[in-house]
């Protein structure tokens, strides 16, 4: 089976510029998650999705960052303006409706100049 | 708010030979969850192992096994039989079961490092 799907898996960008990061979980996943890892703060829940259905975003930085999941196979994370700051491996992840554990995608290392 | 602390920043293991790496938490809840992930310098997140916390037994996977203490709040793990391709980062990780708890809490990671 195929695991989470994420693309690109690395970009290298401009500040000031959109970034968007792309998802496919696994297929009959209910579950949605973003994650971002950087240095300072490790491991961090931004958001994540039942059903397609945002549920909690308290983990978004600011404004700047947006999520959306217009169907079942496919999510995005979007930055803009995006800011040095913001470089970091961002991680989608996804788990079935039942059962706790959660399958992380390979990352898109993100980094601003 | 539920906490993971792994107090081993670093470790090394001959390979071959037997390493533990442990961790701890800190929570008010009685059913949760617990996991391994294992971070290669890919820094693709792949799950190692996984425990439920009303399961008594410890969890095992081929060389992979917990050592799960719930009173104590302890969920350490074994890697047996080291072998070059475990070099990574590990991260413990929670979860709470009941629906609505989705945040999985990690731990600060513990590098291993495995010797020739």
């Known amino acids: 089976d195929a695991g989470v799907i994420q693309s690109p898996r690395h970009e290298v960008t401009e500040m000031g510029q959109e970034v968007t990061l792309r998802c496919k979980p696994i297929?009959?996943?209910?579950?949605l998650f973003w994650y971002r890892q950087t240095m300072m703060r490790g491991l961090e829940l931004l958001i994540y999705?039942?059903?397609?259905?945002?549920?909690?975003d308290s983990g978004m930085p600011e404004d700047r960052f947006s999520a959306k999941m217009p169907n079942a196979s496919f999510s995005t994370l979007k930055i803009q303006p995006s800011e040095p700051r913001d470089s970091a491996v961002y991680f989608c992840?996804?788990?079935?409706?039942?059962?706790?554990?959660?399958?992380f995608g390979e990352g898109s290392w993100l980094t601003v100049v | 708010a539920q906490t993971v602390t792994q107090s081993q920043p670093e470790m090394s293991v001959q390979e071959a030979e037997t390493v533990t790496l442990s961790c701890t938490y800190d929570?008010?809840?009685?059913?949760?969850?617990l996991f391994w992930y294992k971070q290669p310098p890919s820094r693709q997140m792949i799950l190692v192992i996984r425990?439920?916390?009303?399961?008594?037994q410890n969890a095992t996977e081929n060389r992979f096994s917990v050592n799960f203490q719930k009173a104590a709040k302890s969920f350490s793990l074994k890697i047996s039989d080291s072998q070059l391709g475990d070099a990574a980062m590990y991260f413990c990780?929670?979860?709470?079961?009941?629906?609505?708890?989705?945040?999985?809490?990690f731990g600060t990671g513990t590098r291993l490092t495995i010797i020739p």
């Open positions: 992840a996804s788990r079935p409706g039942t059962g706790g554990t959660i399958y």
């Open positions: 297929s009959g996943h209910d579950y």
């Open positions: 999705f039942n059903n397609n259905v945002p549920i909690d």
């Open positions: 929570t008010s809840e009685s059913d949760y969850y």
């Open positions: 425990q439920e916390a009303y399961k008594q």
């Open positions: 990780a929670y979860r709470r079961s009941n629906f609505g708890n989705e945040k999985l809490t």
